[in-house]
């Protein structure tokens, strides 16, 4: 089953979505390309600013962090050279988290996949320019050794270690994060884990997806692209 998504639900914003998660939901709005302010102004491309509000209190140095590995995704993904001197603003209103006590660096790895997906949602329903599509994964390692792809509240606060990846289209690693106690080869093993994941949700074609086994999951990130740009071109067949 995948995450819940609700598109569009604010009106104000240029493009805004709601991603919710087993373990967080996340509101984001997207602004741009906006007017910028000279001291940030990029002569060659836009600048992106990434504002995240917690669910409860104000913003602190976790924030911060959060915002730096978030818009440095972004960038990968966003055409950024089409609009140079401008501003993309994205805010990210975290609206529920887990209820269980979560190690600090645990929570802020397990936040990555949501934040990910809300801004890259929000940022599609905007109709920014894309140079790729992008998709993210948790994974944590049990205290067994045995990898838990998305886990549950229960079994990340019981886990070794937990990790954030996101790929894009062709592959390529855009996010490694990780928090807890690992070697490199359970690294290796998490991340094909996770890659594959990644995969799945923008599967390209139905030979890709038999080679990978008959039990695979539905691409629901790309089938919510494909909604949105069947509902983004149905002004054509009305004129």
Not at 106 to 131: N, W
Request: proline residues 5%.
């Amino acid at each position: 089953m995948g995450p819940e998504i609700i598109h569009h639900p604010l009106v104000r914003a240029d493009g805004s979505a709601t991603y919710s998660s087993s373990l967080f939901s996340v509101t984001a709005a997207v602004n741009g390309p906006i007017e910028v302010q000279r001291r940030d102004e990029l002569p060659e491309e836009a600048a992106i600013e990434v504002n995240i509000r917690p669910s409860s209190g104000v913003g602190g140095p976790r924030e911060r962090w959060l915002e730096s590995v978030v818009s440095g995704v972004l960038r990968s993904v966003l055409l950024v050279h089409m609009n140079p001197r401008t501003l993309i603003q994205i805010t990210l209103q975290v609206t529920k988290e887990p209820s269980l006590k979560l190690r600090r660096s645990v929570k802020d790895i397990a936040a990555l996949p949501s934040l990910l997906h809300a801004s890259f949602l929000a940022v599609a329903d905007g109709g920014l320019p894309l140079a790729t599509t992008m998709s993210a994964s948790l994974v944590a390692v049990a205290e067994t050794g045995e990898t838990v792809l998305e886990p549950s509240e229960k079994e990340l606060a019981k886990s070794r270690s937990a990790h954030a990846f996101s790929f894009n289209t062709h592959g390529d690693l855009l996010l490694d994060e990780s928090a807890g106690e690992f070697d490199s080869q359970m690294w290796e093993s998490v991340c094909q884990l996770a890659a594959k994941a990644c995969a799945d949700t923008v599967q390209r074609g139905e030979d890709e997806a038999m080679g990978n086994g008959a039990a695979e999951k539905l691409p629901w990130l790309r089938l919510e692209l494909e909604d949105r740009a069947r509902e983004g071109s149905a002004w054509r067949e009305t004129t």
